[in-house]
């Protein structure tokens, strides 16, 4: 399983907006396909994201999964810019998925039947 760099896809240190989400979008598209429902995201060189990017971030997956497969699906967000937060966790649960951060600092982002 590959990761989607995504700094070197958007060249931004700090990435805020939902439409820099979906520039990604056939990158994150293509990788779900071949991942079969896992998805690594590695934001070295990334400073900050915003809530919102990442919510555009996870709609477009599950867009994407609904098209191939049941729904289910696990995010690796490698090397956040920050450390999990409430705010983020919630950006999970409005979607119907638990964010939890690992011991090396990833966040994991699954549905619940996959945890």
């Known amino acids: 399983m590959g990761a989607v760099m995504i700094y070197d896809l958007l060249r931004k240190r700090v990435l805020v907006t939902r ?28 400073d900050g994201i915003t809530p919102s990017f990442l919510d555009e971030i996870l709609a477009i997956i599950e867009e994407h999964l609904r098209a191939s497969k049941e729904g289910l699906f696990r995010v690796i967000v490698a090397n956040p810019p920050t450390r999990l937060s409430a705010k983020f966790a919630a950006v999970g649960r409005g979607r119907g998925l638990s964010i939890d951060e690992s011991e090396s600092g990833a966040w994991i982002i699954a549905t619940d039947e996959q945890k």
């Open 19 to 46: 439409q820099s989400a979906r520039t990604i979008g056939p990158m994150l598209a293509m990788t779900v396909a071949e991942d079969e429902g896992e998805v690594v995201l590695d934001f070295s060189g990334v």
